[in-house]
Protein backbone atom coordinates (compact mmCIF):
# COMPACT_ATOMS: atom_id res chain seq x y z
CA UNK A 1 0.00 0.00 0.00
CA UNK A 2 1.40 3.27 -0.92
CA UNK A 3 0.86 6.93 0.57
CA UNK A 4 -0.82 8.04 -2.72
CA UNK A 5 -4.35 8.21 -2.46
CA UNK A 6 -8.19 8.04 -3.24
CA UNK A 7 -7.86 4.31 -1.18
CA UNK A 8 -11.21 5.24 0.01
CA UNK A 9 -13.53 7.05 -1.62
CA UNK A 10 -14.41 9.98 0.86
CA UNK A 11 -14.44 14.14 0.41
CA UNK A 12 -11.22 15.97 0.06
CA UNK A 13 -11.50 17.23 3.51
CA UNK A 14 -10.58 13.66 4.61
CA UNK A 15 -7.98 13.12 2.00
CA UNK A 16 -5.33 14.56 4.27
CA UNK A 17 -5.92 11.87 6.83
CA UNK A 18 -5.61 9.08 3.76
CA UNK A 19 -2.55 10.78 1.88
CA UNK A 20 -0.75 10.67 5.11
CA UNK A 21 1.26 7.96 6.32
CA UNK A 22 -0.53 7.64 9.98
CA UNK A 23 -3.62 7.59 7.52
CA UNK A 24 -2.39 4.50 5.44
CA UNK A 25 -1.85 2.84 8.89
CA UNK A 26 -5.08 3.83 11.09
CA UNK A 27 -7.08 0.82 10.04
CA UNK A 28 -9.41 1.59 7.15
CA UNK A 29 -13.03 0.22 8.31
CA UNK A 30 -12.03 2.16 12.15
CA UNK A 31 -11.53 5.28 9.80
CA UNK A 32 -14.50 4.59 8.12
CA UNK A 33 -16.67 4.29 11.01
CA UNK A 34 -15.76 7.20 12.62
CA UNK A 35 -16.37 9.50 8.97
CA UNK A 36 -19.78 7.65 9.33
CA UNK A 37 -20.50 8.93 12.57
CA UNK A 38 -19.37 12.28 11.91
CA UNK A 39 -21.96 12.69 9.14
CA UNK A 40 -24.49 11.35 11.10
CA UNK A 41 -24.99 7.97 9.67
CA UNK A 42 -27.76 8.03 7.43
CA UNK A 43 -25.18 9.96 5.12
CA UNK A 44 -22.83 7.27 4.33
CA UNK A 45 -23.73 7.67 0.57
CA UNK A 46 -21.87 10.68 0.22
CA UNK A 47 -18.81 9.27 1.26
CA UNK A 48 -19.60 6.21 -1.68
CA UNK A 49 -18.89 3.93 1.73
CA UNK A 50 -22.31 1.88 1.04
CA UNK A 51 -21.24 -0.18 -1.68
CA UNK A 52 -17.91 -0.89 -0.09
CA UNK A 53 -17.43 -4.30 0.33
CA UNK A 54 -14.38 -4.40 2.30
CA UNK A 55 -16.50 -2.27 4.85
CA UNK A 56 -19.11 -4.55 7.31
CA UNK A 57 -20.49 -0.90 8.87
CA UNK A 58 -22.25 -2.19 12.12
CA UNK A 59 -25.91 -1.42 12.85
CA UNK A 60 -24.38 1.60 15.02
CA UNK A 61 -24.08 3.39 12.07
CA UNK A 62 -27.31 4.44 11.38
CA UNK A 63 -27.81 6.76 13.71
CA UNK A 64 -31.75 8.07 13.27
CA UNK A 65 -32.06 3.96 15.07
CA UNK A 66 -30.20 6.01 18.02
CA UNK A 67 -30.99 8.86 19.89
CA UNK A 68 -27.89 10.28 21.01
CA UNK A 69 -26.49 13.97 20.62
CA UNK A 70 -24.59 14.96 18.04
CA UNK A 71 -22.10 16.10 20.78
CA UNK A 72 -22.02 12.56 21.97
CA UNK A 73 -21.54 11.43 18.37
CA UNK A 74 -18.50 13.56 18.38
CA UNK A 75 -16.76 11.54 21.42
CA UNK A 76 -17.20 8.60 20.07
CA UNK A 77 -15.60 9.68 16.66
CA UNK A 78 -12.69 11.18 18.85
CA UNK A 79 -12.77 8.21 20.86
CA UNK A 80 -12.33 5.63 17.80
CA UNK A 81 -9.59 8.43 16.01
CA UNK A 82 -7.55 7.69 19.43
CA UNK A 83 -8.02 4.15 19.58
CA UNK A 84 -6.47 4.27 15.76
CA UNK A 85 -3.68 6.62 17.11
CA UNK A 86 -2.78 4.17 19.71
CA UNK A 87 -3.43 1.08 17.33
CA UNK A 88 -0.75 2.75 15.44
CA UNK A 89 1.81 3.31 18.10
CA UNK A 90 1.12 0.04 19.44
CA UNK A 91 2.23 -0.84 15.54
CA UNK A 92 5.30 1.56 16.38
CA UNK A 93 6.15 1.60 12.31
CA UNK A 94 5.20 3.98 9.62
CA UNK A 95 4.74 3.11 6.14
CA UNK A 96 8.32 2.50 4.70
CA UNK A 97 9.87 2.47 8.14
CA UNK A 98 12.73 -0.72 9.35
CA UNK A 99 10.38 -2.82 10.71
CA UNK A 100 11.23 -3.91 14.29
CA UNK A 101 12.89 -0.38 14.81
CA UNK A 102 11.67 2.51 16.59
CA UNK A 103 10.57 5.51 14.40
CA UNK A 104 11.77 8.46 16.43
CA UNK A 105 10.45 11.74 16.42
CA UNK A 106 12.66 13.84 17.95
CA UNK A 107 16.03 14.44 16.39
CA UNK A 108 17.35 15.21 20.12
CA UNK A 109 16.37 11.85 21.13
CA UNK A 110 17.92 10.47 18.32
CA UNK A 111 21.41 12.03 18.31
CA UNK A 112 21.49 10.61 21.98
CA UNK A 113 20.82 7.13 19.94
CA UNK A 114 22.82 7.17 17.19
CA UNK A 115 23.85 3.97 16.48
CA UNK A 116 20.00 2.21 17.11
CA UNK A 117 18.49 4.84 14.81
CA UNK A 118 16.99 3.50 11.44
CA UNK A 119 14.07 5.36 11.48
CA UNK A 120 13.47 9.17 11.98
CA UNK A 121 10.25 11.22 11.46
CA UNK A 122 10.65 15.19 12.15
CA UNK A 123 7.86 17.98 11.76
CA UNK A 124 9.00 20.62 13.82
CA UNK A 125 12.62 21.49 13.13
CA UNK A 126 15.68 23.87 12.19
CA UNK A 127 17.41 24.21 8.85
CA UNK A 128 20.80 24.57 11.06
CA UNK A 129 19.56 21.45 12.54
CA UNK A 130 19.39 19.20 9.46
CA UNK A 131 22.62 19.11 8.80
CA UNK A 132 23.30 16.77 12.79
CA UNK A 133 20.87 14.22 10.52
CA UNK A 134 24.14 13.32 8.64
CA UNK A 135 25.63 11.62 11.40
CA UNK A 136 23.31 9.38 11.69
CA UNK A 137 24.77 6.60 10.15
CA UNK A 138 22.12 3.45 10.58
CA UNK A 139 19.32 6.03 9.13
CA UNK A 140 16.99 3.87 6.36
CA UNK A 141 13.95 5.98 6.58
CA UNK A 142 13.71 9.82 6.47
CA UNK A 143 10.38 12.14 6.85
CA UNK A 144 10.81 15.63 7.30
CA UNK A 145 7.06 16.94 6.36
CA UNK A 146 5.42 20.31 6.92
CA UNK A 147 8.84 22.24 7.13
CA UNK A 148 8.70 24.53 4.47
CA UNK A 149 11.88 23.24 3.04
CA UNK A 150 12.66 24.45 -0.23
CA UNK A 151 16.18 22.95 -0.62
CA UNK A 152 17.83 19.45 1.54
CA UNK A 153 21.61 19.50 2.96
CA UNK A 154 23.64 17.56 0.83
CA UNK A 155 25.67 15.70 3.82
CA UNK A 156 21.62 14.29 4.20
CA UNK A 157 22.01 12.79 0.71
CA UNK A 158 25.52 10.97 1.71
CA UNK A 159 23.82 8.85 3.93
CA UNK A 160 24.57 5.51 2.50
CA UNK A 161 21.68 3.62 2.82
CA UNK A 162 18.42 5.36 2.97
CA UNK A 163 15.90 3.52 1.37
CA UNK A 164 12.63 5.74 2.17
CA UNK A 165 12.74 9.54 1.57
CA UNK A 166 9.31 11.46 2.58
CA UNK A 167 9.76 15.66 1.56
CA UNK A 168 5.96 15.98 1.81
CA UNK A 169 4.06 19.38 2.68
CA UNK A 170 7.27 21.51 1.69
CA UNK A 171 8.18 24.27 -0.54
CA UNK A 172 10.54 22.50 -3.00
CA UNK A 173 10.56 23.70 -6.70
CA UNK A 174 12.54 20.61 -7.92
CA UNK A 175 13.47 17.11 -6.76
CA UNK A 176 16.50 18.12 -4.91
CA UNK A 177 19.72 16.72 -7.15
CA UNK A 178 21.47 15.27 -4.20
CA UNK A 179 18.91 13.10 -3.98
CA UNK A 180 20.76 11.14 -7.22
CA UNK A 181 23.19 10.10 -4.88
CA UNK A 182 20.71 7.62 -2.74
CA UNK A 183 21.08 5.12 -4.56
CA UNK A 184 19.31 2.53 -2.14
CA UNK A 185 16.30 4.68 -2.39
CA UNK A 186 13.33 2.77 -3.13
CA UNK A 187 10.69 5.12 -1.82
CA UNK A 188 10.34 8.83 -2.61
CA UNK A 189 7.12 10.41 -1.43
CA UNK A 190 7.16 14.08 -1.88
CA UNK A 191 3.10 15.60 -2.61
CA UNK A 192 1.72 18.90 -1.40
CA UNK A 193 5.40 21.03 -2.81
CA UNK A 194 5.86 22.84 -6.00
CA UNK A 195 7.64 20.79 -8.26
CA UNK A 196 7.80 21.84 -11.27
CA UNK A 197 9.69 18.50 -13.31
CA UNK A 198 10.63 15.25 -13.45
CA UNK A 199 14.24 15.60 -13.73
CA UNK A 200 16.14 13.39 -16.32
CA UNK A 201 18.62 11.82 -13.68
CA UNK A 202 15.34 9.99 -11.88
CA UNK A 203 16.53 7.20 -14.17
CA UNK A 204 19.89 6.88 -12.14
CA UNK A 205 17.55 5.73 -8.81
CA UNK A 206 17.88 2.17 -10.01
CA UNK A 207 16.43 0.42 -7.18
CA UNK A 208 13.16 3.03 -6.97
CA UNK A 209 10.20 1.01 -6.55
CA UNK A 210 7.72 3.90 -5.22
CA UNK A 211 7.92 7.65 -6.37
CA UNK A 212 4.48 9.53 -5.47
CA UNK A 213 4.91 13.04 -6.58
CA UNK A 214 0.61 14.02 -5.91
CA UNK A 215 -0.58 17.94 -5.82
CA UNK A 216 2.37 19.96 -7.09
CA UNK A 217 3.12 21.95 -10.63
CA UNK A 218 4.85 19.27 -12.88
CA UNK A 219 4.20 19.45 -16.63
CA UNK A 220 6.93 17.20 -18.22
CA UNK A 221 8.38 14.52 -17.16
CA UNK A 222 12.33 13.54 -18.63
CA UNK A 223 12.18 10.45 -20.65
CA UNK A 224 14.93 8.86 -18.34
CA UNK A 225 12.02 7.83 -16.06
CA UNK A 226 12.51 4.70 -18.35
CA UNK A 227 15.10 3.51 -16.96
CA UNK A 228 13.26 2.94 -13.48
CA UNK A 229 12.35 -0.43 -14.51
CA UNK A 230 11.99 -1.52 -10.53
CA UNK A 231 9.27 1.08 -10.32
CA UNK A 232 5.59 -0.72 -9.43
CA UNK A 233 3.90 2.37 -7.84
CA UNK A 234 4.05 5.97 -9.67
CA UNK A 235 1.39 8.54 -8.67
CA UNK A 236 1.41 11.85 -10.82
CA UNK A 237 -2.44 12.92 -9.72
CA UNK A 238 -3.29 16.58 -9.37
CA UNK A 239 -0.41 18.18 -11.37
CA UNK A 240 -0.26 20.42 -15.09
CA UNK A 241 1.07 17.46 -17.48
CA UNK A 242 -0.50 17.86 -20.67
CA UNK A 243 1.14 14.04 -21.77
CA UNK A 244 2.86 11.47 -20.64
CA UNK A 245 6.36 10.27 -22.08
CA UNK A 246 6.11 7.29 -24.53
CA UNK A 247 9.48 5.72 -22.29
CA UNK A 248 7.01 5.06 -19.39
CA UNK A 249 6.75 2.29 -21.20
CA UNK A 250 9.81 1.10 -20.58
CA UNK A 251 9.05 0.78 -16.35
CA UNK A 252 8.33 -3.08 -17.21
CA UNK A 253 7.85 -3.89 -13.49
CA UNK A 254 4.86 -0.90 -12.94
CA UNK A 255 1.54 -1.88 -11.70
CA UNK A 256 -0.09 1.23 -10.78
CA UNK A 257 0.37 4.61 -12.64
CA UNK A 258 -2.19 7.23 -10.93
CA UNK A 259 -2.39 10.34 -13.34
CA UNK A 260 -5.82 12.18 -11.68
CA UNK A 261 -6.50 15.84 -12.13
CA UNK A 262 -3.87 16.72 -14.65
CA UNK A 263 -4.13 18.46 -18.36
CA UNK A 264 -3.61 15.10 -20.41
CA UNK A 265 -5.25 14.73 -24.18
CA UNK A 266 -4.35 11.19 -24.89
CA UNK A 267 -2.11 8.48 -23.48
CA UNK A 268 0.74 7.49 -25.37
CA UNK A 269 0.75 3.75 -26.97
CA UNK A 270 3.29 2.57 -25.72
CA UNK A 271 1.68 2.38 -21.97
CA UNK A 272 0.38 -0.61 -23.67
CA UNK A 273 3.55 -2.31 -22.95
CA UNK A 274 3.15 -2.59 -19.18
CA UNK A 275 2.43 -6.19 -19.04
CA UNK A 276 2.70 -5.98 -15.35
CA UNK A 277 -0.08 -3.00 -14.70
CA UNK A 278 -2.73 -3.49 -12.52
CA UNK A 279 -4.32 -0.26 -11.71
CA UNK A 280 -4.62 3.11 -14.25
CA UNK A 281 -6.38 5.96 -12.85
CA UNK A 282 -6.39 9.12 -15.13
CA UNK A 283 -9.47 10.62 -13.95
CA UNK A 284 -10.24 14.24 -14.29
CA UNK A 285 -7.96 14.82 -17.47
CA UNK A 286 -9.07 15.54 -21.07
CA UNK A 287 -9.09 12.60 -23.06
CA UNK A 288 -10.77 11.56 -25.64
CA UNK A 289 -9.73 7.99 -26.05
CA UNK A 290 -7.75 5.40 -24.35
CA UNK A 291 -5.14 3.81 -26.26
CA UNK A 292 -6.13 1.45 -28.70
CA UNK A 293 -4.21 -1.89 -27.66
CA UNK A 294 -4.74 -1.16 -24.01
CA UNK A 295 -6.40 -4.72 -23.76
CA UNK A 296 -2.57 -6.26 -24.22
CA UNK A 297 -1.92 -4.78 -20.81
CA UNK A 298 -3.18 -8.49 -19.57
CA UNK A 299 -3.06 -7.68 -15.71
CA UNK A 300 -4.81 -4.82 -15.92
CA UNK A 301 -7.72 -4.96 -13.11
CA UNK A 302 -8.68 -1.70 -12.27
CA UNK A 303 -9.22 1.21 -15.08
CA UNK A 304 -10.78 4.72 -13.97
CA UNK A 305 -11.03 7.32 -16.56
CA UNK A 306 -14.47 9.11 -15.21
CA UNK A 307 -14.29 13.14 -15.78
CA UNK A 308 -12.80 12.83 -19.85
CA UNK A 309 -14.20 12.96 -22.90
CA UNK A 310 -14.35 9.69 -23.83
CA UNK A 311 -16.95 8.46 -26.73
CA UNK A 312 -16.50 4.92 -27.24
CA UNK A 313 -14.07 2.39 -25.37
CA UNK A 314 -11.49 0.23 -27.29
CA UNK A 315 -12.11 -3.07 -28.45
CA UNK A 316 -9.44 -5.21 -27.03
CA UNK A 317 -10.93 -4.00 -23.15
CA UNK A 318 -12.71 -6.70 -24.08
CA UNK A 319 -10.14 -9.13 -23.73
CA UNK A 320 -8.77 -8.55 -20.16
CA UNK A 321 -9.98 -11.39 -18.48
CA UNK A 322 -8.65 -10.30 -15.17
CA UNK A 323 -10.81 -6.84 -15.64
CA UNK A 324 -12.93 -5.80 -12.17
CA UNK A 325 -13.54 -2.05 -11.93
CA UNK A 326 -14.32 0.39 -14.64
CA UNK A 327 -14.88 3.53 -13.88
CA UNK A 328 -16.32 5.88 -16.86
CA UNK A 329 -18.83 8.61 -15.26
CA UNK A 330 -19.00 12.00 -16.32
CA UNK A 331 -18.23 11.07 -20.14
CA UNK A 332 -19.79 11.60 -23.30
CA UNK A 333 -20.37 7.56 -24.64
CA UNK A 334 -22.35 7.27 -27.31
CA UNK A 335 -24.55 4.87 -28.68
CA UNK A 336 -21.53 2.33 -29.47
CA UNK A 337 -21.11 1.57 -26.00
CA UNK A 338 -24.53 -0.30 -26.09
CA UNK A 339 -22.86 -3.36 -27.73
CA UNK A 340 -19.46 -3.06 -26.22
CA UNK A 341 -18.31 -6.61 -25.17
CA UNK A 342 -17.70 -5.76 -21.51
CA UNK A 343 -14.82 -8.29 -19.64
CA UNK A 344 -16.83 -11.29 -18.10
CA UNK A 345 -15.34 -10.92 -14.93
CA UNK A 346 -16.16 -7.18 -14.31
CA UNK A 347 -17.36 -6.47 -10.85
CA UNK A 348 -17.88 -3.29 -10.73
CA UNK A 349 -18.79 -0.72 -13.76
CA UNK A 350 -19.41 3.37 -13.91
CA UNK A 351 -20.79 4.65 -16.69
CA UNK A 352 -22.81 7.74 -18.51
CA UNK A 353 -23.47 9.00 -21.96
CA UNK A 354 -27.14 10.66 -23.27
CA UNK A 355 -26.52 8.77 -26.15
CA UNK A 356 -26.83 5.39 -24.09
CA UNK A 357 -30.28 4.51 -24.76
CA UNK A 358 -30.29 0.72 -23.20
CA UNK A 359 -28.35 -1.01 -20.33
CA UNK A 360 -25.11 -2.83 -22.40
CA UNK A 361 -26.31 -6.00 -23.51
CA UNK A 362 -23.09 -7.91 -22.75
CA UNK A 363 -23.52 -6.91 -19.08
CA UNK A 364 -25.53 -9.92 -18.63
CA UNK A 365 -22.86 -12.16 -18.99
CA UNK A 366 -20.84 -10.74 -16.61
CA UNK A 367 -22.13 -12.91 -13.87
CA UNK A 368 -20.04 -11.67 -10.97
CA UNK A 369 -21.09 -7.80 -11.11
CA UNK A 370 -21.69 -6.26 -7.89
CA UNK A 371 -21.89 -2.72 -7.97
CA UNK A 372 -23.62 -0.69 -11.17
CA UNK A 373 -23.90 2.89 -11.41
CA UNK A 374 -25.00 3.79 -14.71
CA UNK A 375 -26.24 7.64 -14.48
CA UNK A 376 -27.16 10.49 -16.70
CA UNK A 377 -28.11 8.54 -20.32
CA UNK A 378 -31.29 8.03 -22.38
CA UNK A 379 -32.70 4.83 -20.90
CA UNK A 380 -36.03 4.34 -20.88
CA UNK A 381 -36.22 0.54 -19.19
CA UNK A 382 -34.52 -1.77 -17.30
CA UNK A 383 -34.15 -4.97 -18.98
CA UNK A 384 -35.20 -8.04 -17.22
CA UNK A 385 -32.01 -9.79 -17.57
CA UNK A 386 -30.61 -7.79 -14.69
CA UNK A 387 -32.38 -9.31 -12.56
CA UNK A 388 -30.62 -12.74 -13.22
CA UNK A 389 -27.13 -10.91 -12.21
CA UNK A 390 -27.68 -11.89 -8.00
CA UNK A 391 -24.54 -10.88 -6.94
CA UNK A 392 -25.37 -7.10 -7.22
CA UNK A 393 -25.17 -5.19 -4.40
CA UNK A 394 -25.39 -1.57 -5.66
CA UNK A 395 -27.56 -0.40 -8.25
CA UNK A 396 -27.65 3.32 -8.95
CA UNK A 397 -29.68 4.40 -12.34
CA UNK A 398 -29.78 7.87 -11.31
CA UNK A 399 -30.80 10.82 -13.62
CA UNK A 400 -32.16 8.81 -16.82
CA UNK A 401 -35.26 8.44 -18.61
CA UNK A 402 -36.75 5.63 -16.44
CA UNK A 403 -40.31 5.67 -16.92
CA UNK A 404 -40.93 2.19 -15.40
CA UNK A 405 -39.15 -0.53 -13.17
CA UNK A 406 -39.94 -3.97 -13.03
CA UNK A 407 -39.44 -6.31 -10.00
CA UNK A 408 -36.01 -7.41 -8.79
CA UNK A 409 -37.16 -10.59 -6.73
CA UNK A 410 -33.53 -12.10 -7.54
CA UNK A 411 -31.50 -9.47 -6.28
CA UNK A 412 -30.93 -11.29 -2.58
CA UNK A 413 -27.64 -9.21 -1.88
CA UNK A 414 -28.58 -6.20 -2.99
CA UNK A 415 -28.34 -3.25 0.05
CA UNK A 416 -28.51 -0.13 -2.21
CA UNK A 417 -31.41 0.70 -4.98
CA UNK A 418 -31.28 4.30 -6.13
CA UNK A 419 -32.91 5.94 -9.30
CA UNK A 420 -33.53 9.24 -8.03
CA UNK A 421 -34.08 11.72 -10.69
CA UNK A 422 -36.02 9.54 -13.26
CA UNK A 423 -39.55 9.32 -14.67
CA UNK A 424 -41.26 6.95 -12.06
CA UNK A 425 -44.84 6.97 -10.96
CA UNK A 426 -44.28 4.14 -8.98
CA UNK A 427 -41.47 1.99 -7.71
CA UNK A 428 -42.43 -2.00 -6.90
CA UNK A 429 -43.07 -2.33 -3.34
CA UNK A 430 -41.43 -5.79 -3.46
CA UNK A 431 -38.19 -4.39 -4.14
CA UNK A 432 -38.41 -2.55 -0.63
CA UNK A 433 -39.03 -6.09 0.89
CA UNK A 434 -35.81 -7.60 -0.48
CA UNK A 435 -33.34 -9.19 2.22
CA UNK A 436 -30.26 -7.00 2.05
CA UNK A 437 -31.95 -3.69 1.29
CA UNK A 438 -30.65 -0.60 3.38
CA UNK A 439 -30.70 2.54 1.50
CA UNK A 440 -33.00 3.11 -1.35
CA UNK A 441 -33.54 6.62 -3.09
CA UNK A 442 -36.49 7.54 -5.21
CA UNK A 443 -36.16 11.06 -5.14
CA UNK A 444 -36.55 14.01 -7.42
CA UNK A 445 -39.39 11.48 -9.72
CA UNK A 446 -42.95 12.05 -9.69
CA UNK A 447 -44.21 9.16 -7.63
CA UNK A 448 -46.94 9.80 -5.63
CA UNK A 449 -47.13 7.29 -3.24
CA UNK A 450 -44.82 5.91 -0.64
CA UNK A 451 -44.66 1.49 -1.14
CA UNK A 452 -46.78 0.24 1.40
CA UNK A 453 -44.48 -2.73 1.29
CA UNK A 454 -42.32 -0.13 3.56
CA UNK A 455 -43.93 -1.37 7.01
CA UNK A 456 -42.50 -5.03 6.21
CA UNK A 457 -38.90 -4.03 4.97
CA UNK A 458 -36.24 -6.62 6.95
CA UNK A 459 -33.25 -4.06 6.61
CA UNK A 460 -34.09 -0.92 5.82
CA UNK A 461 -32.75 2.27 7.31
CA UNK A 462 -32.90 4.50 4.41
CA UNK A 463 -35.71 5.71 1.80
CA UNK A 464 -35.15 9.22 0.77
CA UNK A 465 -38.79 10.72 -0.80
CA UNK A 466 -37.43 14.62 -1.65
CA UNK A 467 -39.03 16.07 -4.51
CA UNK A 468 -41.29 13.46 -4.84
CA UNK A 469 -45.13 14.26 -5.44
CA UNK A 470 -45.91 12.36 -2.19
CA UNK A 471 -48.46 14.53 -0.04
CA UNK A 472 -47.09 15.85 3.67
CA UNK A 473 -49.89 13.96 5.12
CA UNK A 474 -48.96 10.53 3.54
CA UNK A 475 -45.03 10.97 4.55
CA UNK A 476 -46.43 11.87 8.43
CA UNK A 477 -48.48 8.85 8.45
CA UNK A 478 -45.40 6.74 7.22
CA UNK A 479 -43.15 8.83 9.43
CA UNK A 480 -45.32 7.32 12.49
CA UNK A 481 -45.78 4.00 11.14
CA UNK A 482 -41.95 2.96 10.78
CA UNK A 483 -40.75 5.18 13.60
CA UNK A 484 -36.90 5.62 13.99
CA UNK A 485 -36.50 2.13 12.30
CA UNK A 486 -35.93 3.90 8.59
CA UNK A 487 -35.30 7.92 8.00
CA UNK A 488 -37.58 9.32 5.31
CA UNK A 489 -35.52 12.37 4.03
CA UNK A 490 -38.32 14.78 2.43
CA UNK A 491 -38.56 17.95 1.46
CA UNK A 492 -41.49 18.52 4.04
CA UNK A 493 -43.16 21.65 3.68
CA UNK A 494 -43.99 21.99 7.00
CA UNK A 495 -42.06 22.75 10.12
CA UNK A 496 -43.99 21.71 12.65
CA UNK A 497 -44.72 18.10 12.94
CA UNK A 498 -46.14 17.02 16.18
CA UNK A 499 -49.57 15.69 15.77
CA UNK A 500 -50.13 15.10 19.01
CA UNK A 501 -49.86 18.66 20.34
CA UNK A 502 -51.25 22.01 18.77
CA UNK A 503 -48.91 24.21 16.66
CA UNK A 504 -51.08 27.32 18.01
CA UNK A 505 -51.62 28.18 21.73
CA UNK A 506 -53.61 30.80 23.57
CA UNK A 507 -50.31 32.08 25.44
CA UNK A 508 -47.68 31.04 27.45
CA UNK A 509 -47.25 31.07 31.30
CA UNK A 510 -43.71 32.80 31.24
CA UNK A 511 -42.62 35.23 28.72
CA UNK A 512 -39.48 36.62 30.13
CA UNK A 513 -37.19 34.37 28.30
CA UNK A 514 -38.84 35.11 24.74
CA UNK A 515 -36.38 37.36 22.58
CA UNK A 516 -37.21 40.35 20.53
CA UNK A 517 -33.96 40.37 18.15
CA UNK A 518 -32.00 37.42 16.93
CA UNK A 519 -29.08 36.42 14.63
CA UNK A 520 -31.52 34.41 12.36
CA UNK A 521 -35.43 35.83 12.75
CA UNK A 522 -38.03 33.26 12.03
CA UNK A 523 -39.01 32.57 8.34
CA UNK A 524 -41.86 30.84 6.14
CA UNK A 525 -40.47 27.67 5.27
CA UNK A 526 -40.19 27.97 1.50
CA UNK A 527 -39.37 32.17 2.25
CA UNK A 528 -41.07 35.62 1.61
CA UNK A 529 -42.15 34.80 -2.17
CA UNK A 530 -43.97 31.58 -0.80
CA UNK A 531 -45.34 33.18 2.16
CA UNK A 532 -46.91 35.79 0.24
CA UNK A 533 -48.30 32.56 -2.48
CA UNK A 534 -49.68 30.93 1.21
CA UNK A 535 -51.58 34.30 1.68
CA UNK A 536 -53.19 35.27 -1.63
CA UNK A 537 -53.94 30.94 -2.35
CA UNK A 538 -55.97 31.27 1.02
CA UNK A 539 -57.40 34.72 1.05
CA UNK A 540 -61.51 34.03 1.70
CA UNK A 541 -61.63 37.04 -1.06
CA UNK A 542 -65.73 37.55 -0.09
CA UNK A 543 -65.29 38.51 3.41
CA UNK A 544 -63.02 41.11 2.57
CA UNK A 545 -63.75 42.51 -0.99
CA UNK A 546 -63.64 45.76 -1.05
CA UNK A 547 -61.86 46.76 2.10
CA UNK A 548 -59.15 48.52 2.10
CA UNK A 549 -57.26 47.69 5.99
CA UNK A 550 -53.72 46.92 7.04
CA UNK A 551 -53.82 44.76 10.10
CA UNK A 552 -50.79 44.28 12.41
CA UNK A 553 -50.42 41.20 14.25
CA UNK A 554 -47.94 40.41 17.75
CA UNK A 555 -46.92 36.54 17.95
CA UNK A 556 -44.12 34.66 19.52
CA UNK A 557 -42.35 31.93 17.30
CA UNK A 558 -41.73 29.26 19.27
CA UNK A 559 -38.67 27.48 19.60
CA UNK A 560 -40.20 24.25 19.27
CA UNK A 561 -42.55 25.77 15.77
CA UNK A 562 -45.95 27.03 16.03
CA UNK A 563 -47.35 30.04 17.37
CA UNK A 564 -48.43 31.35 20.89
CA UNK A 565 -49.55 34.31 22.45
CA UNK A 566 -51.36 36.16 19.01
CA UNK A 567 -52.23 39.63 19.80
CA UNK A 568 -53.74 42.36 17.30
CA UNK A 569 -51.58 45.47 17.54
CA UNK A 570 -53.74 47.61 14.58
CA UNK A 571 -57.01 47.55 12.55
CA UNK A 572 -59.79 49.39 11.53
CA UNK A 573 -61.91 47.13 10.45
CA UNK A 574 -63.53 43.31 12.12
CA UNK A 575 -63.41 41.43 8.65
CA UNK A 576 -59.69 42.24 8.08
CA UNK A 577 -58.88 41.80 11.87
CA UNK A 578 -60.56 38.42 11.77
CA UNK A 579 -58.78 37.17 8.08
CA UNK A 580 -55.52 38.10 9.14
CA UNK A 581 -55.70 36.22 12.36
CA UNK A 582 -57.20 33.13 10.73
CA UNK A 583 -54.70 33.53 7.79
CA UNK A 584 -51.83 33.66 10.49
CA UNK A 585 -53.07 30.79 12.25
CA UNK A 586 -53.44 29.25 9.03
CA UNK A 587 -49.73 29.15 8.47
CA UNK A 588 -48.31 28.32 11.71
CA UNK A 589 -47.11 24.83 10.85
CA UNK A 590 -44.77 26.43 8.20
CA UNK A 591 -42.95 28.67 10.03
CA UNK A 592 -39.28 27.93 10.83
CA UNK A 593 -38.09 29.55 14.78
CA UNK A 594 -35.28 31.88 15.10
CA UNK A 595 -32.07 30.48 16.27
CA UNK A 596 -28.95 31.76 18.11
CA UNK A 597 -25.76 30.14 17.45
CA UNK A 598 -27.44 26.95 16.11
CA UNK A 599 -29.64 27.24 19.22
CA UNK A 600 -33.89 27.78 18.21
CA UNK A 601 -35.65 30.09 20.58
CA UNK A 602 -38.61 31.63 21.30
CA UNK A 603 -39.13 35.07 19.37
CA UNK A 604 -41.66 37.95 19.48
CA UNK A 605 -42.42 39.14 16.01
CA UNK A 606 -44.85 41.13 14.13
CA UNK A 607 -45.99 40.84 10.87
CA UNK A 608 -48.23 43.13 8.66
CA UNK A 609 -51.34 42.14 6.43
CA UNK A 610 -52.36 45.03 3.49
CA UNK A 611 -55.83 44.41 2.16
CA UNK A 612 -56.58 46.71 -0.95
CA UNK A 613 -60.19 46.00 -1.36
CA UNK A 614 -59.17 42.92 -3.93
CA UNK A 615 -56.03 40.95 -2.84
CA UNK A 616 -53.68 40.58 -0.20
CA UNK A 617 -49.45 42.04 0.61
CA UNK A 618 -47.89 39.99 3.49
CA UNK A 619 -44.73 41.53 5.17
CA UNK A 620 -42.59 42.06 8.15
CA UNK A 621 -43.20 44.71 10.34
CA UNK A 622 -40.15 47.76 9.42
CA UNK A 623 -39.14 48.12 12.59
CA UNK A 624 -38.26 44.69 13.34
CA UNK A 625 -35.26 43.52 12.30
Not at 28 to 40: D, E, N, V
Not at 266 to 286: D, G, H
Not at 565 to 572: C, E, F, R
Request: aromatic fraction near 10%; charged fraction near 25%.
Amino acid sequence: MTANVNRINVFNCFEQIIDTDYGANIPQALLKWALCWLTKGEFLYLFGLEGDDNLQVPDFIYIRKTKLPFYTMKRIVFLLLLFGFFHLAALGQDYGSVKGKKVYRSLEEALANKNDVYNLRLYRFKWEDLQLIATLKQLQYLALENGKLDSLPEAICSLPDIRTLNLCGNKFTKIPEGVRRMKQLDYLVMYDNEIREVPAWIGELTNLKTLILVRNKIDSISPGIGRLHKLSDFAVNNNMLRHLPKEIGELRSLRELSADGNQLTQLPEEITRLKNLETLEVNSNYLSSLPEELGKCSKLARVQASSNRLTSLPASLSRLRELKSLVLENNSFDSSIEHFVFPMRLEHLELTGKAIHQIPISLQHCKDLQHIKITHTSIASIPNWLNELKAINWLELNNNQLTVIHDLPDLHKLRVFRVSGNLLDTVPGNILLLPALETADISNNPITHIPVEIQHAAKLTWLSIYSTWISNTEYMAYKRLVGKHIALPHDKIVFFEDEDRPCYIDGLLDTSEVFTHMEVNPHFIKGHQAWQNFAVDHLRKNKVAGVQDSVVLRYIVRDEGGFSNLQVVHYKFEQTRDEAVYLMKLSCPYWVPASISGRRVNLWRRQVFIFDGEGIKVGDHPNDP
